[in-house]
T-cell receptor, first 113, second 113 residues
Framework: DTEVTQTPKHLVMGMTNKKSLKCEQHMGHRAMYWYKQKAKKPPELMFVYSYEKLSINESVPSRFSPECPNSSLLNLHLHALQPEDSALYLC????????????FGPGTRLTVL | AQSVTQLDSQVPVFEEAPVELRCNYSSSVSVYLFWYVQYPNQGLQLLLKYLSGSTLVESINGFEAEFNKSQTSFHLRKPSVHISDTAEYFCAVSDPWGQNFVFGPGTRLSVLP
């Protein structure tokens, strides 16, 4: 299995909702990443988990809360989002955080109303 | 810290014509370089990478890129493009320790019939 999967593909939520994005990989990778991508822009790094520990948080607002329950799973919990948080959220993994080749999932298209 | 410049935000080209997508970087240390492709409504896929060794790297679908240290460039080329090559192309750079992974702003390649 050489892919990263993400669910759901699309998510529409109100500003008072709580929702979660899920990412899964079964390649034995020990580093996992969350990126945010706005239209016509490159992905922006949000979080990096290395060996299930949060190693990088790029000053992301607390309304985004990452979680790494095990080495294969990565969640992003969402609460009290703003319309400007609408974007494509991409998950990626790599063998380690010292390995440069990242494998990306297809993304979750999030719309905040 | 590294940075990446992609001078062309959009490149229209006719089918079967050659194409070059430009990428320049700046860094105070040696770098690893990548080209990722993003098809509409999809995640990113690694197209090719330069880590060390031969400065000319090739992908399985006919793209190639050449690392030029003196010009700090890593331009992507294809001698004959297909309609299916229409996508967003991102150049990326990291340091050799897998840190400071940075995407360029992207170039939208549109292949016209």
């Amino acid at each position: 299995d050489t892919e990263v999967t993400q669910t759901p593909k699309h998510l529409v939520m109100g500003m008072t909702n709580k929702k979660s994005l899920k990412c899964e990989q079964h390649m034995g990778h020990r580093a996992m990443y969350w990126y945010k991508q706005k239209a016509k822009k490159p992905p922006e790094l949000m979080f990096v988990y290395s060996y299930e520990k949060l190693s990088i948080n790029e000053s992301v607002p607390s309304r985004f809360s990452p979680e790494c329950p095990n080495s294969s799973l990565l969640n992003l919990h969402l609460h009290a989002l703003q319309p400007e948080d609408s974007a494509l959220y991409l998950c990626a993994s790599s063998p380690s955080d010292r390995d440069n080749e990242q494998f990306f999932g297809p993304g979750t298209r999030l719309t905040v109303l | 810290a590294q940075s990446v410049t992609q001078l062309d935000s959009q490149v229209p080209v006719f089918e079967e014509a050659p194409v070059e997508l430009r990428c320049n970087y700046s860094s105070s240390v040696s770098v690893y370089l990548f080209w990722y492709v993003q098809y509409p409504n999809q995640g990113l896929q690694l197209l090719l990478k330069y880590l060390s060794g031969s400065t000319l790297v090739e992908s399985i679908n006919g793209f190639e890129a050449e690392f030029n240290k003196s010009q700090t460039s890593f331009h992507l080329r294809k001698p004959s493009v297909h309609i299916s090559d229409t996508a967003e192309y991102f150049c990326a750079v990291s340091d050799p320790w897998g840190q400071n992974f940075v995407f360029g702003p992207g170039t939208r390649l549109s292949v016209l019939p």
